[in-house]
């Protein structure tokens, strides 16, 4: 089992070593978001997390309101990686969820159909290890990952810090490849807010 956190230049400048000094073991980081952003903070984050002895991971954030729109998010999510340069220990992930209602006011079509051709859109695009993140809710209701076949990351967040993530304990009921338990993960001196999302791969 290891442990560790996923940050965006939301974030702001964390100190790795201190995500390190308190038990975690990598890093899932944002590398870019929609058509042709990129995360300012990508390669900044990969590097110092590297050199603080964790090891990374990269998420792309998804705004594509149909599946031709996931082929370019994912050729825009390999070019940043590509392009920063960087080595990556774990895979890459979609992130598929609507947190800031971009797809909600932009007319999305929230059926299974619409939502699991752009999921398979982006992982069969991009030419790297990649899997779905989503919350649980997603993952049983609009996502068919498991047609899919690819890794899943399952967002479904309980009170505690550091929950035993025991397989069938009805607190991860995905038991995919990853699990982001929190939002609030404490972590003193490692950032403005001190507080992550935190995650286990089993």
């Not at 993960?185 to 089993?202: C, L, M, Q, R, V």
């Amino acid at each position: 089992m290891m442990r560790g956190i996923d940050v965006s230049e939301n974030n702001g400048y964390v100190d790795f070593d201190k995500v390190k000094a308190a038990g975690y073991d990598f890093v899932m980081v944002r590398c870019s978001y929609g058509q042709n952003s990129r995360d300012e903070y990508f390669l900044d984050n990969v590097t110092r997390a590297h050199a603080a002895g964790l090891q990374c991971g990269a998420y792309h954030y998804g705004y594509a309101l149909t599946p031709e729109q996931a082929i370019r998010e994912a050729e825009n999510c390999r070019a940043a990686i590509d392009e920063a340069g960087v080595l990556l220990e774990l895979p890459v992930f979609y992130d598929m969820e609507d947190a800031d209602g971009y797809k909600r006011k932009h007319g999305f079509d929230f059926s299974a159909d619409n939502c699991t051709a752009i999921c398979s859109n982006f992982v069969e695009t991009i030419g790297l290890d990649c899997g779905i993140y989503a919350s649980e809710g997603w993952l049983y209701n609009l996502i068919d990952w498991q047609g899919i076949g690819r890794a899943v990351w399952n967002a479904s967040w309980y009170t505690g810090d550091d929950p035993e993530p025991v397989v069938g304990d009805g607190q991860d009921g995905i038991c995919g490849y990853m699990w982001q338990y929190t939002d609030a993960a404490y972590i003193p001196g490692a950032s403005k807010t001190e507080h992550f999302d935190a995650n286990i791969i089993y």
